[in-house]
């Protein structure tokens, strides 16, 4: 019994500074983060204390942190821009565990000194030094603290996850993959006494093969044809090393068929996670594109921005009032002329008489062809006619019409179609929706970006490699199985011959009835050995039998509610005594096409089912990095519900219970409130937008006291 | 269809004080260039144009005698839809009494006149649009003096019309 209380980070990873600290209860714990919210920079803290490794962020392998460089990685970007030289940094985690007796505490850490004011992400300069273990051991009772030695390291931290159940109390969501499809025939064997089938077999088999050599000899020395019972003899000793050899090839072909396969499951893994990247790239190239564009709609729209100033007349703002001004201005013009116009009909000539003709007759003439009087040039007539000419080539130009009436007449058109204020000012706001949409759009594409950069782990020549290795080892595993089918045939042909081969040499037996008991011994031991083999292999079909009810009985709860079938597992046991798990529907047939979420609640409910068995498993906590993700609200809650009944404590991150304004979505509320599941919750919060200023800032949430969201 | 007095005022080219031009059009008629530190307009009768108005708003004229000026783009070469804006900002200075007043233009009085003498009246009418944008282009210009960074921003030009319109 053993339950984690608290795991406290120094400057690890993004967990800047001393104080974040993860205090838990023995129930369930849920961290509840982002992408970059700390969720797998926890779960390596877990790592490093158990098994002194951390997964590297680049190669996603598990690492010992040794190498300086690895180190290096480990400690956090923002104290490393913020020391000085000559700083010292401590780096590492700290984890507290309770058993009935004693508080262990597990300190591992390193120290790192600044040694210039150069760049501090070179790794030059600084000085790092090695990774220190440090334990202790508190007797609850006497209250007294005693430094354990670290040769009692693992010994210690079985007592808090025990070595051969680690892999199933504490995982990442993919890793459950490998736990539950290669890994089941070593997990039921470790679990079970299975596996002491095979030495008795073996020991069978030891015996029987000495009686049957006793009984040879004797048969031999007993033969009424001593050649023919030598040659019989060397035929059998040859078919028997033949048939050793054979089997030796065979097991060893065996071997390489299981490890064929696991290396097909694994690629296959991969190549979904391939396909997934291949997806990822291209929503990635296509995100890419979207924001390049626009990008480049907002450079435009913030280069054009002043030609609305003329495109929608933001100019004209605050002038709208002249068009009635000049509109009354106009009028009176107008009333004006008419006025004239009217004097005009009255004491003068018609309009437009006399003509042009006369007209300029009348100035290259000097008189006043109407009246008769003269008009020298220059003088008040003269210049009366004058303008009576202009007028009327105006007014022929212009059908009728001024040059005044003509240019007021344009104003107007143009003036009476000046946009009111109201027009412009909407214009005005509608320009800078446009802009907040632009920007908003820019900001949520860049963050979708960045989430999908995040997941781009592997490149394209990584995924083409993959697609190559598994070829390669499906062709391997056709040849291999190909191989063992002639190893298998070979050796019946040549069991067949030993047998007949061995009766040969009876027959020449003239003793018959002094080897007789001899004989029957050898018989039973065959039918032992016979009897046996049957045995063991019913022991194993029925353990497949109560392992399959133990975790269809999970698998229901865990997918109870969904409208699709989920189907049932089926546990198989094939001739070599190895276990697979697989989905089948109602009538037997497989399920291998069903979507992700049924079969990792399948591969769940395997570790449960597994650890039920281990009969042990409520004294150790489960430790689980995003065990499920984007399951929809009936199976997240459904794994919610059923971890406690496999696990007294269990520590969960999750991704999927982060709501967009970084507060609890309405299912992670749902479930942290309830108060059946006595949950303790932590919300992470990524401070920083850059990697040297980020800071993981860790919120209590939620207590299981309270049974209340903080 | 265009009338002969506004085919007269088309071939203009308006002035601007030398200095104005010289130290404004870099900065804010991007026109040809491929990057811009101020928010700026196109062609530079665009910029004659936005000062027009903040001249004209802020009652902020500047006289043209004797003063070295310069000219640019007669508005022919505008673009039409810039000619009509003109257009409007002519008719707002023939709306204003105290304008009329000042360089005597009355459209019936314009009715006796000549050719000739119209175009003198014509032509003070476009001395005051003048005027009154140099006007706007010394508060533009003594702004931008005063804080440069001010009008880095795209929206700034923007911004300090809107204040003065708004006033």
């Not at chain 1, 003899?233 to 054979?246: D, F, G, P, R």
């Not at chain 1, 220059?378 to 040059?403: C, F, Q, T, V, W």
């Not at chain 1, 046996?532 to 229901?556: L, W």
């Given at each position: 019994?053993?339950?984690?209380?608290?795991?406290?980070?120094?400057?690890?990873?993004?967990?800047?500074?001393?104080?974040?600290?993860?205090?838990?209860?023995?129930?369930?714990?849920?961290?509840?983060?982002?992408?970059?919210?700390?969720?797998?920079?926890?779960?390596?803290?877990?790592?490093?204390?158990?098994?002194?490794?951390?997964?590297?962020?680049?190669?996603?392998?598990?690492?010992?942190?040794?190498?300086?460089?690895?180190?290096?990685?480990?400690?956090?970007?923002?104290?490393?821009?913020?020391?000085?030289?000559?700083?010292?940094?401590?780096?590492?985690?700290?984890?507290?565990?309770?058993?009935?007796?004693?508080?262990?505490?597990?300190?591992?850490?390193?120290?790192?000194?600044?040694?210039?004011?150069?760049?501090?992400?070179?790794?030059?300069?600084?000085?790092?030094?090695?990774?220190?273990?440090?334990?202790?051991?508190?007797?609850?009772?006497?209250?007294?603290?005693?430094?354990?030695?670290?040769?009692?390291?693992?010994?210690?931290?079985?007592?808090?996850?025990?070595?051969?159940?680690?892999?199933?109390?504490?995982?990442?969501?993919?890793?459950?993959?490998?736990?539950?499809?290669?890994?089941?025939?070593?997990?039921?064997?470790?679990?079970?006494?299975?596996?002491?089938?095979?030495?008795?077999?073996?020991?069978?088999?030891?015996?029987?093969?000495?009686?049957?050599?006793?009984?040879?000899?004797?048969?031999?020395?007993?033969?009424?044809?001593?050649?023919?019972?030598?040659?019989?003899?060397?035929?059998?000793?040859?078919?028997?090393?033949?048939?050793?050899?054979?089997?030796?090839?065979?097991?060893?072909?065996?071997?390489?068929?299981?490890?064929?396969?696991?290396?097909?499951?694994?690629?296959?893994?991969?190549?979904?996670?391939?396909?997934?990247?291949?997806?990822?790239?291209?929503?990635?190239?296509?995100?890419?594109?979207?924001?390049?564009?626009?990008?480049?709609?907002?450079?435009?729209?913030?280069?054009?921005?002043?030609?609305?100033?003329?495109?929608?007349?933001?100019?004209?703002?605050?002038?709208?009032?002249?068009?009635?001004?000049?509109?009354?201005?106009?009028?009176?013009?107008?009333?004006?002329?008419?006025?004239?116009?009217?004097?005009?009909?009255?004491?003068?000539?018609?309009?437009?008489?006399?003509?042009?003709?006369?007209?300029?007759?009348?100035?290259?003439?000097?008189?006043?062809?109407?009246?008769?009087?003269?008009?020298?040039?220059?003088?008040?007539?003269?210049?009366?006619?004058?303008?009576?000419?202009?007028?009327?080539?105006?007014?022929?130009?212009?059908?009728?019409?001024?040059?005044?009436?003509?240019?007021?007449?344009?104003?107007?058109?143009?003036?009476?179609?000046?946009?009111?204020?109201?027009?412009?000012?909407?214009?005005?706001?509608?320009?800078?929706?446009?802009?907040?949409?632009?920007?908003?759009?820019?900001?949520?594409?860049?963050?979708?970006?960045?989430?999908?950069?995040?997941?781009?782990?592997?490149?394209?020549?990584?995924?083409?490699?993959?697609?190559?290795?598994?070829?390669?080892?499906?062709?391997?595993?056709g040849i291999l199985k190909k191989t063992i089918d002639n190893i298998e045939k070979n050796l019946a042909i040549m069991n067949a011959d030993l047998r007949s081969k061995k009766k040969q040499l009876s027959n020449l037996s003239k003793n018959d009835l002094a080897l007789k008991p001899l004989k029957n011994s050898v018989q039973i031991l065959e039918d032992l050995l016979e009897i046996f083999k049957k045995t063991r292999k019913r022991f194993y079909v029925e353990e497949a039998v109560k392992f399959e009810e133990s975790i269809n009985n999970i698998y229901k709860s865990l997918t109870m509610g969904n409208e699709t079938n989920p189907g049932n597992v089926k546990?198989?046991?094939?001739?070599?005594?190895?276990?697979?798990?697989?989905?089948?529907?109602?009538?037997?047939?497989?399920?291998?096409?069903?979507?992700?979420?049924?079969?990792?609640?399948?591969?769940?409910?395997?570790?449960?089912?597994?650890?039920?068995?281990?009969?042990?498993?409520?004294?150790?906590?489960?430790?689980?990095?995003?065990?499920?993700?984007?399951?929809?609200?009936?199976?997240?809650?459904?794994?919610?519900?059923?971890?406690?009944?496999?696990?007294?404590?269990?520590?969960?991150?999750?991704?999927?219970?982060?709501?967009?304004?970084?507060?609890?979505?309405?299912?992670?509320?749902?479930?942290?409130?309830?108060?059946?599941?006595?949950?303790?919750?932590?919300?992470?919060?990524?401070?920083?937008?850059?990697?040297?200023?980020?800071?993981?800032?860790?919120?209590?949430?939620?207590?299981?006291?309270?049974?209340?969201?903080? | 269809?265009?009338?002969?007095?506004?085919?007269?005022?088309?071939?203009?080219?308006?002035?601007?004080?030398?200095?104005?031009?010289?130290?404004?059009?870099?900065?804010?008629?991007?026109?040809?260039?491929?990057?811009?530190?101020?928010?700026?307009?196109?062609?530079?009768?665009?910029?004659?144009?936005?000062?027009?108005?903040?001249?004209?708003?802020?009652?902020?004229?500047?006289?043209?005698?004797?003063?070295?000026?310069?000219?640019?783009?007669?508005?022919?070469?505008?673009?039409?839809?810039?000619?009509?804006?003109?257009?409007?900002?002519?008719?707002?200075?023939?709306?204003?009494?105290?304008?009329?007043?000042?360089?005597?233009?009355?459209?019936?009085?314009?009715?006796?006149?000549?050719?000739?003498?119209?175009?003198?009246?014509?032509?003070?009418?476009?001395?005051?649009?003048?005027?009154?944008?140099?006007?706007?282009?010394?508060?533009?210009?003594?702004?931008?003096?005063?804080?440069?960074?001010?009008?880095?921003?795209?929206?700034?030009?923007?911004?300090?019309?809107?204040?003065?319109?708004?006033?």
């Amino acid at each position: 019994m053993a339950d984690i209380k608290y795991v406290k980070m120094y400057n690890f990873y993004n967990y800047f500074g001393d104080d974040n600290i993860y205090e838990f209860h023995n129930g369930m714990n849920v961290i509840i983060a982002d992408n970059n919210g700390g969720k797998s920079k926890l779960y390596n803290a877990f790592l490093l204390v158990i098994s002194n490794e951390v997964i590297d962020s680049d190669s996603r392998k598990k690492k010992s942190l040794v190498s300086k460089i690895d180190k290096f990685k480990v400690i956090s970007d923002r104290a490393k821009k913020e020391a000085e030289q000559n700083d010292v940094l401590i780096t590492g985690v700290e984890l507290a565990f309770e058993t009935e007796t004693y508080i262990f505490t597990f300190n591992k850490t390193f120290v790192s000194k600044k040694l210039n004011q150069k760049s501090p992400y070179n790794l030059e300069n600084w000085n790092i030094g090695d990774l220190k273990t440090n334990i202790k051991r508190k007797n609850k009772r006497s209250r007294t603290t005693q430094a354990i030695d670290i040769a009692d390291e693992q010994e210690k931290l079985d007592s808090l996850l025990p070595f051969q159940l680690r892999q199933y109390c504490m995982f990442q969501g993919e890793e459950v993959v490998n736990l539950v499809d290669s890994g089941l025939t070593n997990a039921i064997n470790k679990l079970t006494d299975l596996r002491k089938f095979r030495y008795f077999e073996n020991f069978l088999l030891d015996i029987y093969n000495k009686f049957d050599k006793k009984l040879r000899n004797e048969e031999k020395s007993s033969a009424t044809n001593q050649h023919e019972a030598n040659r019989l003899e060397n035929s059998i000793e040859h078919i028997e090393e033949n048939i050793k050899l054979a089997k030796f090839d065979l097991s060893e072909r065996n071997e390489q068929l299981i490890n064929v396969k696991e290396s097909i499951d694994k690629l296959s893994r991969l190549i979904n996670e391939a396909t997934k990247q291949s997806n990822v790239y291209k929503e990635y190239g296509k995100v890419s594109e979207r924001l390049s564009k626009i990008a480049s709609d907002i450079e435009d729209f913030e280069k054009n921005y002043n030609q609305s100033f003329f495109s929608n007349k933001w100019i004209l703002k605050g002038f709208s009032e002249y068009a009635k001004k000049f509109d009354l201005l106009r009028s009176e013009y107008e009333d004006d002329l008419a006025r004239q116009r009217i004097q005009e009909f009255k004491t003068l000539l018609p309009q437009d008489s006399p003509d042009i003709p006369s007209l300029k007759k009348m100035l290259e003439e000097e008189i006043c062809l109407v009246c008769g009087r003269k008009a020298p040039e220059n003088s008040e007539a003269y210049m009366h006619i004058s303008k009576l000419k202009d007028e009327h080539e105006m007014g022929k130009k212009s059908k009728r019409h001024s040059p005044i009436k003509l240019f007021c007449d344009s104003l107007y058109r143009e003036i009476s179609n000046i946009p009111l204020e109201k027009g412009i000012d909407e214009s005005i706001k509608m320009k800078a929706d446009k802009l907040k949409m632009l920007r908003k759009l820019n900001s949520e594409l860049s963050d979708e970006k960045n989430e999908l950069s995040n997941k781009l782990i592997t490149n394209k020549e990584e995924n083409e490699k993959i697609l190559n290795d598994y070829q390669t080892k499906v062709d391997q595993k056709g040849i291999l199985k190909k191989t063992i089918d002639n190893i298998e045939k070979n050796l019946a042909i040549m069991n067949a011959d030993l047998r007949s081969k061995k009766k040969q040499l009876s027959n020449l037996s003239k003793n018959d009835l002094a080897l007789k008991p001899l004989k029957n011994s050898v018989q039973i031991l065959e039918d032992l050995l016979e009897i046996f083999k049957k045995t063991r292999k019913r022991f194993y079909v029925e353990e497949a039998v109560k392992f399959e009810e133990s975790i269809n009985n999970i698998y229901k709860s865990l997918t109870m509610g969904n409208e699709t079938n989920p189907g049932n597992v089926k546990i198989s046991v094939d001739s070599t005594y190895n276990f697979s798990a697989n989905l089948i529907n109602s009538e037997g047939g497989s399920l291998s096409g069903q979507g992700a979420a049924f079969q990792r609640m399948k591969q769940l409910a395997i570790v449960m089912g597994l650890m039920n068995k281990s009969r042990r498993s409520a004294s150790f906590p489960l430790i689980a990095d995003a065990p499920i993700s984007e399951m929809g609200e009936i199976l997240t809650q459904n794994f919610f519900y059923n971890i406690p009944n496999v696990f007294i404590q269990s520590i969960i991150f999750i991704k999927d219970f982060y709501g967009v304004d970084g507060d609890l979505n309405v299912i992670g509320k749902n479930i942290i409130n309830n108060p059946s599941l006595n949950i303790r919750a932590f919300l992470n919060t990524a401070i920083g937008k850059e990697q040297h200023e980020r800071k993981t800032e860790i919120k209590l949430i939620h207590t299981e006291q309270n049974g209340e969201q903080l | 269809m265009n009338s002969e007095i506004w085919n007269r005022i088309k071939q203009k080219k308006f002035r601007v004080l030398a200095s104005y031009k010289e130290d404004m059009k870099d900065n804010f008629a991007n026109f040809g260039k491929r990057s811009q530190k101020y928010s700026s307009f196109g062609p530079f009768y665009e910029l004659y144009m936005y000062c027009f108005t903040i001249g004209f708003h802020s009652n902020k004229r500047v006289s043209l005698k004797s003063i070295k000026t310069d000219t640019f783009n007669s508005v022919f070469e505008w673009r039409n839809d810039h000619q009509i804006i003109l257009k409007n900002f002519v008719t707002i200075l023939i709306c204003k009494e105290d304008i009329r007043n000042e360089i005597g233009f009355d459209f019936f009085s314009l009715e006796k006149l000549n050719i000739n003498e119209i175009n003198k009246i014509i032509d003070r009418l476009t001395n005051v649009f003048e005027e009154f944008a140099n006007g706007g282009f010394e508060m533009l210009y003594n702004a931008y003096k005063k804080n440069p960074e001010a009008f880095y921003d795209f929206r700034s030009l923007f911004s300090f019309f809107n204040s003065i319109v708004k006033n």
